[in-house]
């Protein structure tokens, strides 16, 4: 699958993932960002699809509250072995993690199903068309396509130099239909997502001291720097926190 390559995403870089964003997360806003992506979608009774699951939180937290099964998909074979070492025991046996295959697909059943997510993952993903191609193929029919990411005014998604892949509304929208979803929804949540930016920020400054002691102070000084400017991308407008919701075209739609 084809994914911008970030040195970031590493084993030893897990201690300083949680101190930014919490216990096995990897992406901002922590529980209430995993709720609130979710808000408007029956979990009771899915079988669920995490598309690049990370350190496996949010499968972890979906799996205890609502215990349905969820199967996780990643490009790094390590983030399979520390969720499976990491997963809670009392829902071990509803979760399942995996990479995909040689081929580039992903290995589970055909139409086996109910939801598909991904958190703060696909702004990392150039070939949106063959992953959401593979997504459409093992949803059920009607089943639901959900998506927390970044959108921007200018999409770069041509350009193979950048480190992400900034979409806009139109690409998004253009990419799914391709790929076999419709009723798409795009529901703005910048200025939620920019509360949870200045929580991060508050709760890095309370652990200033912790964060330059085990990991350095240029470590502390990057990510107070990327996150004020997120907070004026959002608050300018510059980027925008979007929820995505689609549904798996049925046949004869």
Do not use: C
């Not at 919490?22 to 979710?38: F, P, Q, W």
């Not at 509803?94 to 697909?105: H, I, Q, V």
């Not at 059920?140 to 509304?169: C, H, R």
């Amino acid at each position: 699958m084809n994914q911008t390559s970030d040195p970031i995403y590493t084993p030893e870089n897990v201690p300083l993932f949680e101190v930014i964003y919490g216990k096995n997360l990897i992406s901002l806003g922590g529980v209430d960002a995993i709720n609130n992506m979710l808000s408007d979608v029956d979990l009771k009774g899915l079988k669920a699809l995490d598309i690049g699951f990370g350190l496996g939180g949010v499968a972890f937290y979906l799996a205890k509250k609502y215990q349905i099964e969820i199967a996780g998909i990643e490009i790094h074979s390590w983030m399979v072995e520390y969720a499976n070492a990491h997963a809670p025991k009392n829902v071990s046996h509803l979760l399942k993690f995996a990479t995909y295959n040689k081929a580039g697909e992903i290995p589970f059943e055909i139409a086996s199903f109910n939801l598909a997510y991904s958190k703060g993952v696909l702004n990392h993903v150039r070939d949106k068309d063959g992953l959401f191609r593979e997504i459409n193929k093992v949803l059920k029919t009607n089943g639901l396509f959900v998506i927390a990411d970044w959108i921007y005014t200018e999409s770069n998604a041509t350009d193979d130099s950048s480190p992400l892949v900034k979409e806009t509304q139109e690409t998004y929208r253009r990419v799914l239909e391709k790929t076999g979803f419709i009723d798409i929804d795009f529901r703005d949540d910048s200025k939620i997502f920019l509360d949870y930016v200045k929580k991060l920020l508050e709760n890095i400054t309370k652990r200033r001291e912790f964060i330059e002691k085990e990991f350095s102070e240029e470590i502390f000084s990057e990510i107070w720097q990327d996150h004020q400017k997120l907070i004026n991308d959002i608050s300018y407008k510059r980027k925008f926190a979007i929820r995505i919701k689609a549904r798996k075209i049925s046949n004869g739609q």
